[in-house]
């Protein structure tokens, strides 16, 4: 049975910081690539940030350039997320997911590029955590 688990969320401020945890359990973390995404209420999910398999190549939205780092940890089967001057906007529901390319790392990257565009297909996803900033 494959788990995605996401934990970290909670309210902070206005520039604040927040550190998301996704753990992966019943699959071989090294074999996929993972992607956070967010959505907030009336708004479409979105891709926030993705890392391939083997952590070589990372993709992030427009909107969080600079201020979210994704990092994986295949042997803890950890991926996290830190998140760093965040914005009242940044406030959403976060997904974990994983995702297979077509076993190269071109197709993951590929995979990674698609997810920032709203392009969802991945495998197995989190109930999500909630992140909330206030202004």
């Known amino acids: 049975l494959v788990q995605v688990v996401e934990s970290g969320g909670g309210l902070v401020q206005a520039g604040g910081s927040l550190r998301l945890s996704c753990i992966a359990s019943g699959l071989i973390l090294e074999r996929y690539s993972m992607a956070w995404f967010r959505q907030a209420p009336g708004k479409e999910r979105e891709g926030v940030s993705c890392?391939?398999?083997?952590?070589?190549?990372?993709a992030y939205a427009d909107s969080v350039k600079g201020r979210l780092t994704i990092s994986r940890d295949n042997a803890k089967k950890t991926v996290t997320l830190q998140m760093n001057s965040l914005k009242p906007e940044d406030t959403a529901m976060y997904y974990c997911?994983?995702?297979?390319?077509?076993?190269?790392?071109?197709?993951?990257?590929?995979?990674?590029?698609?997810?920032?565009?709203?392009?969802?297909?991945?495998?197995?996803w989190g109930q999500g955590t909630q992140v909330t900033v206030s202004s």
């Open positions: 997911a994983a995702g297979r390319g077509a076993g190269t790392v071109y197709s993951e990257i590929v995979l990674c590029q698609k997810a920032m565009s709203g392009q969802a297909d991945f495998d197995y």
């Open positions: 890392i391939v398999s083997d952590g070589g190549s990372t």
